[in-house]
T-cell receptor
Framework: AQKVTQAQTEISVVEKEDVTLDCVYE???????LFWYKQPPSGELVFLIR??????QNEISGRYSWNFQKSTSSFNFTITASQVVDSAVYFC??????????????FGQGTRLTINP | DAGITQSPRHKVTETGTPVTLRCHQT?????MYWYRQDPGHGLRLIHY???????DKGEVSDGYSVSRSKTEDFLLTLESATSSQTSVYFC????????????FGQGTRLTVV
């Protein structure tokens, strides 16, 4: 069975601090995809990134960066110079090949990030 | 953003009553999903559909049924609502498991009293 663990339930930092959100996953699939979603206070789910299991290159997008390490089954997310607008719940998710080719996502519990001014 | 509409957006219902949530898409994606979000659990898959009249169970399917009579519509039914089904329900669509991402609707907040 697939599993995603986000051990950090809540994180609170002061604006401009760097913060890393941890994600550890379990799967027996050799091909899989990892995702990060953001859920701001308004409630919608915002896609941030997808990474496939064969691509271990780190990704940087502005103040956001992602570190994927298959050796430790981790896909961590770092926000550099955090801003109040980064306050949200962040979800890590895993998808293997579901029945009939469906993209069945398994989510972690989520990390509530609060950026204080 | 992808065209996904959930209705209703909010609903309060009494224990034991039937409830149907609707998801409508304009993207013509093959796959549609229903997830529920609860504190401490993230989102969990209830049911999904891989085509018209083709559905399958997810992780937390007990107490729920689904139907898909048209490509664009995916209905989630609680035959007899219970307080444990109080949750936020999200519909999602995707092209395939290798698709870039699943697109999510805005969510439906259901309260069973």
């Amino acid at each position: 069975a697939q599993k995603v663990t986000q051990a950090q339930t809540e994180i609170s930092v002061v604006e401009k601090e760097d913060v890393t959100l941890d994600c550890v996953y379990e799967t027996r699939d050799t091909t899989y995809y990892l995702f990060w979603y953001k859920q701001p206070p308004s409630g919608e789910l915002v896609f941030l990134i997808r990474r496939n299991s064969f691509d271990e290159q780190n990704e940087i997008s502005g103040r956001y960066s992602w570190n994927f390490q298959k050796s430790t089954s981790s896909f961590n997310f770092t926000i550099t110079a955090s801003q109040v607008v980064d306050s949200a719940v962040y979800f890590c998710a895993l998808s293997g090949r579901g029945g009939q080719g469906a993209q069945k996502l398994v989510f972690g519990q989520g990390t509530r990030l609060t950026i204080n001014p | 953003d992808a065209g996904i509409t959930q209705s209703p957006r909010h609903k309060v219902t009494e224990t034991g009553t039937p409830v149907t949530l609707r998801c409508h898409q304009t993207e013509n994606h093959r796959y549609m999903y229903w997830y529920r979000q609860d504190p401490g659990h993230g989102l969990r898959l209830i049911h999904y559909s891989y085509g018209v009249k083709d559905t399958d169970k997810g992780e937390v399917s007990d107490g729920y049924s689904v139907s898909r009579s048209k490509t664009e519509d995916f209905l989630l039914t609680l035959e007899s609502a219970t307080s444990s089904q109080t949750s936020v329900y999200f519909c999602a669509i995707s092209e395939s498991w290798q698709g870039v991402k699943a697109f999510f609707g805005q969510g439906t907040r259901l309260t069973v009293v």
